[in-house]
């Protein structure tokens, strides 16, 4: 039986004509009930009474969750079962934010040690870079590092990055130090990743899972010869590095694998970059610190998932409040809204971790699923965006939002005879948007405001349209970039196991490597001395004359 048959889905697809008939409008101005639907954990408040819901919406989808066995799954999940069925692995991107004395078993064994191990080696490894105490081939000291990685070996280490480098101990730790990421395998992001970096004085760390997808092998082969080129071959040993679960591979790349940092088959990649994939390059920018703060930061929303009541439980919360945008209201995307300019690279993180885990057509058993899952993820920090697409969410389609704020800034201005703050200032617009969302504005108040006839239509907003609010109490630090991480990773995994598919397997993604490997042996073929002229094979019409167009002298 998929969940789709179950009496509480029923219910709340009936629930739901009854839920269209109401308007935000109204429902903000019952006090109780925004009291309700509220949460909060470790200084995240979740303000979720913009939804298109109310209390009876959230009883009800708290027995879907019933339904769903959501509870047993996150046992299942945190338990290292092996939930990825198609790949038969455990998901235990929890255990790499786990603390010495927690046992989490695989097979009967405890990963935890392991976890802590590497860390104590990415940790030892980071200081003697750092502090000069190893150095490059030439005796410099390596102040810059190129991370080389695609997808999940990439988007969560730069988002994450991105977010700590203007906190101010982070900024201070990272005084003198360059870190670049290198990951689309487009010529021009090895220019861009290399500009103005001295091989003498760079350290280059290759990050694949598989150490066999093709942009980042390429990638590596190009900047090792770009190490070689001014440094010759003995350079490589001590200027490139490795993270990888394939140490074998590794090897066979010629580095050594002294020089490589492991994990674990049951880290999926869109979720590593809690291990060495992030923390790596991470430590070598920023020192340990600021790393430890952000894995207690993962840690704080672990425990809560698995301990606190789902009425209570901030990514139990989101994860229904998605389904049921989704499935029963028929939102088929939804904009993640950081007022804070350190998380511009947080919406192309989830993007990943979201769309590739829900992505799917069909249930863990393989059936096809009878509803549309995964969702359309996309966003920009505020206010940027508010001068973008906002246009569309405030009167074209409905997009449910996610916006997130802090109270502090971590880089403070307060400009003299500025009425307020620039933070207070990016905060006005942060409380301001989900109320014009939800609220609207009517013809009726256009027109006492006495706007002319023919502008009323163009200037009504219909309001009635959903969002979350995500209040932190402090400053975009490590510690709420932590917080946050877990908070979305596991807002995915929820709403996965509510809908019953596999979000840890990924194999929309292979179709397109397999034809691209069959272009490339084509590109060759045509481009080599032999085959210059070679007939174009094994492709429909449209894409051999699109070849052809491109081979064209
Ligand atoms: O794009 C597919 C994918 O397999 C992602 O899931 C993964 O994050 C990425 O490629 C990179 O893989 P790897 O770390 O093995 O290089």
């Not at 060495?276 to 998932?305: E, I, N, T, Y």
């Not at 863990?364 to 699923?369: A, H, P």
Request: with cysteine; proline share 5%.
């Amino acid at each position: 039986m998929t969940i789709a048959q179950s009496p509480a889905w029923k219910s709340l697809a009936g629930h739901a004509a009854d839920i269209r008939r109401l308007h935000l409008r109204d429902l903000l101005q019952n006090q109780d009930r925004c009291a309700a639907m509220t949460a909060e954990h470790d200084g995240i408040v979740l303000d979720f009474s913009r939804q298109n819901a109310t209390p009876e919406t959230m009883r009800m989808l708290l027995t879907l969750a019933e339904e769903a066995k959501l509870r047993e799954r996150i046992k299942a999940l945190v338990g290292g079962e092996k939930i990825n069925n198609t790949e038969k692995r455990a998901v235990l991107h929890v255990a790499l934010r786990a603390k010495k004395g927690e046992k989490i078993l695989v097979d009967g064994v405890d990963v935890v040690p392991g976890v802590l191990k590497v860390q104590a080696q990415l940790k030892a490894f980071a200081e003697q870079v750092r502090t000069g105490k190893r150095k490059g081939a030439t005796g410099k000291k390596l102040t810059d590092v190129v991370a080389i990685g695609i997808g999940g070996s990439y988007l969560g280490p730069e988002f994450v990055f991105e977010a700590m480098r203007t906190d101010p101990a982070c900024a201070k730790a990272a005084a003198g130090r360059r870190l670049r990421f290198l990951a689309n395998v487009d010529p021009i992001d090895v220019t861009r990743a290399l500009d103005g970096l001295d091989p003498a004085t760079t350290l280059v760390v290759v990050i694949s899972k598989t150490f066999t997808t093709a942009e980042t092998m390429l990638n590596a082969r190009t900047v090792r010869a770009w190490l070689v080129k001014k440094l010759g071959e003995k350079a490589v040993a001590k200027h490139m590095v490795a993270v990888s679960t394939n140490l074998k591979e590794v090897a066979a790349f010629g580095i050594d694998p002294a020089n490589a940092f492991g994990f674990w088959d049951w880290v999926g990649g869109r979720y590593s970059v809690c291990a060495a994939v992030g923390l790596l390059p991470l430590a070598l920018q920023f020192g340990w610190k600021p790393v430890q703060q952000f894995l207690d930061g993962a840690h704080s929303l672990d425990r809560h998932l698995v301990e606190a009541p789902f009425e209570r439980n901030l990514p139990v919360l989101l994860g229904l409040l998605g389904v049921w945008n989704s499935s029963f209201l028929g939102h088929g995307a939804r904009a993640l809204l950081p007022y804070c300019q350190a998380l511009l690279k947080f919406a192309p993180h989830i993007q990943q971790v979201d769309m590739e885990s829900n992505g799917k057509r069909v249930a863990t058993d393989g059936s096809v699923l009878p509803f549309e899952a995964g969702e359309i993820d996309f966003g920009e920090p505020g206010t940027n965006g508010q001068h973008s697409f906002y246009q569309l969410i405030h009167q074209g389609r409905v997009i449910p939002a996610d916006f997130i704020g802090f109270r502090k800034s971590a880089q403070p201005v307060q400009g003299k005879g500025e009425p307020v703050s620039n933070h207070d200032e990016l905060m006005s617009n942060f409380f301001a948007q989900p109320d014009a969302l939800a609220c609207g504005k009517s013809d009726v108040e256009l027109r006492t405001e006495g706007v002319a006839a023919e502008l009323i239509p163009h200037k009504t907003f219909p309001g009635n349209r959903p969002s979350n609010v995500l209040l932190f109490a402090g400053a975009c630090d490590p510690y709420a970039v932590g917080q946050l991480l877990a908070l979305y990773e596991h807002r995915t995994a929820v709403q996965g196991f509510i809908w019953g598919l596999n979000s840890f397997d990924q194999w929309g993604v292979e179709l397109g490597k397999v034809l691209a490997k069959q272009v490339r042996t084509q590109l060759a073929t045509s481009r080599s001395a032999k085959g210059k002229g070679a007939r174009i094979e094994g492709f429909n019409p449209a894409t051999a004359a699109l070849l052809k167009r491109y081979l064209a002298k």
